[in-house]
C-alpha cells in the first residue's frame, strides 16, 4: 500500500474503534503570563474573529501574541493615567485636602482609559 503524504512527511497514525486517527500535537508555545488585558483580548478573538485566534493557536503563538498585547496595554495604561492626572490636575495635594474627591476623579479617569483601550487595542 502507498504511503499518504502525510506518512511520507512523517506523520503517523494511531487506530481507535476501526478508525485510523492522524497523530497530531500542537508546536511548543513559550509560556508567558497573560493578564486581564490579554485575557479580554482572547476572549475577543474567540468570540469575534475565530479565524485569527485558530490560526495563532494551532500555529504556536497565541500565548505569546496575548502577552504582547497584554504588555501593550499595560504600558498604555499608566502612560494615559499619568498624562490625563497631570492634565486634569489630580494631585497629591488634592488627595491628602479631599480623599473622596481624589478617588471619585482618579476612577473617573481608570474607566474612561479602560474604554479607550478596549476600543483601540482589546477589540480591534
Avoid at 497530531?24 to 469575534?48: A, D, N, S, V
Avoid at 500555529?59 to 494615559?80: P, T, V, W
Avoid at 490625563?84 to 488627595?95: C, D, F, I, N, P
Avoid at 491628602?96 to 476600543?119: F, G, L, Y
Wanted: with cysteine; proline share 3%; hydrophobic share 30%.
Amino acid at each position: 500500500m502507498e504511503k499518504t503524504i502525510f506518512e511520507q512527511m512523517g506523520g503517523t497514525y494511531h487506530e481507535e474503534n476501526g478508525y485510523l486517527i492522524p497523530n497530531l500535537t500542537l508546536p511548543p508555545e513559550e509560556e508567558r503570563p497573560i493578564g486581564i488585558w490579554g485575557q479580554r483580548h482572547k476572549r475577543y478573538l474567540k468570540e469575534h474573529r475565530k479565524a485569527t485566534y485558530t490560526t495563532l493557536l494551532t500555529s504556536g503563538n497565541l500565548n505569546s501574541y496575548l502577552a504582547d498585547i497584554d504588555q501593550q496595554a499595560e504600558e498604555m495604561f499608566s502612560r494615559l493615567v499619568n498624562q490625563m492626572t497631570e492634565h486634569e490636575g489630580v494631585t497629591e495635594a488634592l488627595k491628602v485636602q479631599d480623599q473622596m474627591a481624589w478617588v471619585q476623579r482618579m476612577n473617573n479617569i481608570r474607566k474612561r482609559i479602560t474604554e479607550v483601550i478596549n476600543n483601540d487595542l482589546i477589540c480591534s
